[in-house]
């Protein structure tokens, strides 16, 4: 099973990015998705969730301006990301419980994606 991120890149701040993670691999079902960042020097801290169900909950400082989707059929979860501010500037990993069998479930990580807002 592996997650495969895709976009980011540079910004100016109050521009847009869309970053998209794809699972793939054998699996049974993906329960919560989530996005995490890590700035420099800073510990990794979640952005975003997803449940299977489209139940969403973020952090206080991307709310309103950064929005996560899932397609279940395409296994892929996104993150839309408006009105981007220099503090956004991270590594953005997406992080996913997946269960390889009914019975068994565990995290797994995508590789981090660059995300640079210039002021």
């Known amino acids: 099973v592996q997650l495969q991120a895709s976009g980011g890149g540079l910004a100016q701040a109050g521009g847009s990015l869309r970053l998209s993670c794809a699972a793939s691999g054998s699996f049974f079902s993906i329960d919560d998705m989530r996005w995490y960042r890590q700035a420099p020097g800073k510990q990794r801290e979640l952005v975003a969730s997803i449940t299977e169900d489209g139940i969403t909950n973020y952090a206080g400082s991307v709310k309103g301006r950064f929005t996560i989707s899932r397609d279940n059929a395409k296994n892929t979860v996104s993150l839309q990301m408006n009105s981007l501010q220099a503090e956004d500037t991270a590594v953005y990993f997406c992080?996913?419980?997946?269960?390889?069998?009914?019975?068994?479930?565990?995290?797994?990580w995508g590789q981090g994606t660059q995300v640079t807002v210039s002021s």
């Open positions: 992080n996913a419980n997946i269960r390889r069998t009914t019975w068994s479930s565990r995290a797994y």
